[in-house]
C-alpha cells in the first residue's frame, strides 16, 4: 500500500485531518451501527451537554507500521475499558468494548496510507471521543450522543534526541478526593490550561500536582503518570485514587518485572522522598516516558541525579523495551497487540 507523500519524521503533535473518521449516534436508549465519514465537521444543537455542561471524555492511543509493512494498535481493549468507566461517571452511554474495537478497525484500515512507515519515528496518534449532543438547559445528562473517532499522523517525540523536562510543583489541584481525577473526561483538562499557562511562561514543561487532601504526596503531571527509580534500582510508581490510571504505566509495571526482573512499588509517594531517586520520568501514550531533570518547589530546587543531558538507564530501558514491543521488535506480552492488517 501506497503511504501519503508527507515528510514524516518532521512532523509535530499536531492535527492534520486525515481522509476518514468514524460515528455513532445514540438515541432513544441505543447506538446505530456507525459509519466512516469524509466529513472533519460535526453539527450540533447550540443547548448541547457538551457544549453546556462539559460532558464529554476522551482516549488516546496509536498505531504502528511493523518492518512487515502490518499496522498494529497497542491494548486497544485498555482503552476501551477506560471509556467505559469515564461514561459511566460522566451520566454517558458506554460503548462496548466490541464497538469501540470495530470504529478502531475500520477508522486505521480506512486510513492506512496515514500510518507513519516503520523506521520514521511517527505514528499514528487515534483519538476517540464521546459526548452529549443532544439539548439540555435544566442539568442533566444529554438525551442523545455521539461516539467518534478520528487519528492524526505525529511525528517523533523526541524530534533531535531526548530532553529531560524542567518541572514545577503547581499552587493548584489537579483532582479533588473522589472527584474526576480517575477518569479521561475533558473538564480535567480545561481546568489544567490555566495551572499549565502559568507553568509554561515560568519556563517549565509540566505542573507536577500533589494530592489536593494534603498537598505532600505526588499525583501525577497534567497528562502523563510518575515514575521514580530508587538508588537500588526498583521501580516506585505513586498510588492514589485521583491519579488517571496509564495504559503505559501499567504496561511499564509489567515490562519491568516480566522483561527486566525490577522490584515494583505502587504506593504513596510523599513529596518529601523525590529527592532520594536516582531517575525521575513521566509515562504515556504521547512520549512513552520522558525523564525529568529538575523539580523546582516554593523553597527549593530538586536536581535529579541524572540531570538535564541524559535520561537515566532504567528508565532508558524500560523505554526501550516498551517502544520495541509496540513496533514489533520485541515479542510482546499475549493480547497486547492488535492486528488490524
Ligand atoms: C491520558 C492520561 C495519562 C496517560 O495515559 P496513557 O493511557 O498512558 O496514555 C496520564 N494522565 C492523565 C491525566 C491522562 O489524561
Not at 85 to 110: C, Q, Y
Not at 129 to 138: K, R
Not at 232 to 241: F, Q, Y
Request: aromatic share 10%; glycine share 10%; hydrophobic share 35%.
Amino acid at each position: 500500500m501506497e503511504k501519503k507523500d508527507i515528510n514524516w519524521s518532521g512532523l509535530g503533535f499536531g492535527y492534520m485531518p486525515t481522509d476518514y473518521r468514524f460515528y455513532a449516534e445514540w438515541k432513544d436508549g441505543s447506538w446505530d451501527e456507525g459509519r466512516l465519514t469524509t466529513d472533519s465537521t460535526i453539527t450540533m444543537s447550540e443547548s448541547a451537554g457538551v457544549l453546556q455542561y462539559a460532558q464529554t471524555c476522551f482516549e488516546g492511543l496509536k498505531a504502528y507500521t511493523w518492518k512487515d509493512g502490518s499496522i498494529v494498535t497497542f491494548r486497544p481493549d485498555q482503552n476501551a475499558a477506560r471509556m467505559q468507566n469515564s461514561a459511566r461517571r460522566l451520566m454517558m452511554p458506554e460503548v462496548s468494548t466490541e464497538m469501540f474495537l470495530h470504529a478502531l478497525d475500520e477508522t486505521v484500515k480506512a486510513n492506512a496510507a496515514w500510518v507513519p512507515p516503520y523506521g520514521t519515528g511517527a505514528t499514528l496518534y487515534i483519538r476517540p471521543f464521546l459526548f452529549g449532543s443532544g439539548p439540555v438547559i435544566g442539568v442533566s445528562p444529554s438525551p442523545e450522543y455521539h461516539f467518534r473517532l478520528f487519528c492524526t499522523p505525529v511525528g517523533p517525540y523526541f524530534k533531535g534526541g531526548i530532553k529531560p523536562l524542567r518541572i514545577c510543583v503547581s499552587d493548584y489541584d489537579r483532582a479533588a478526593p473522589h472527584g474526576t481525577g480517575d477518569i479521561k473526561a475533558g473538564l480535567n483538562y480545561a481546568m489544567s490550561l490555566y495551572p499549565g499557562d502559568i507553568a509554561h511562561r515560568n519556563g517549565y514543561a509540566e505542573n507536577m500536582f500533589l494530592d489536593a487532601a494534603t498537598r505532600t504526596n505526588v499525583e501525577e503531571t497534567g497528562g502523563a503518570n510518575f515514575l521514580f527509580v530508587t538508588k537500588d534500582g526498583r521501580l516506585v510508581t505513586p498510588k492514589s485514587s485521583t491519579i488517571l490510571p496509564s495504559i503505559t504505566r501499567r504496561s511499564l509495571i509489567a515490562v519491568a518485572k516480566d522483561y527486566l526482573g525490577l522490584e515494583v512499588e505502587e504506593r504513596v509517594v510523599p513529596f518529601e522522598e523525590v529527592r532520594e531517586f536516582a531517575e525521575v520520568g513521566v509515562c504515556g501514550t504521547a512520549a512513552v516516558i520522558s525523564p525529568v531533570g529538575e523539580i523546582d518547589y516554593h523553597g527549593g530546587t530538586i536536581k535529579v541525579p541524572t540531570g538535564m543531558e541524559a535520561m537515566g538507564p532504567v528508565l532508558g530501558k524500560l523505554r526501550e523495551t516498551l517502544t520495541g514491543i509496540q513496533m514489533g521488535d520485541i515479542k510482546a506480552p499475549e493480547g497486547w497487540i492488535r492486528k488490524i492488517c
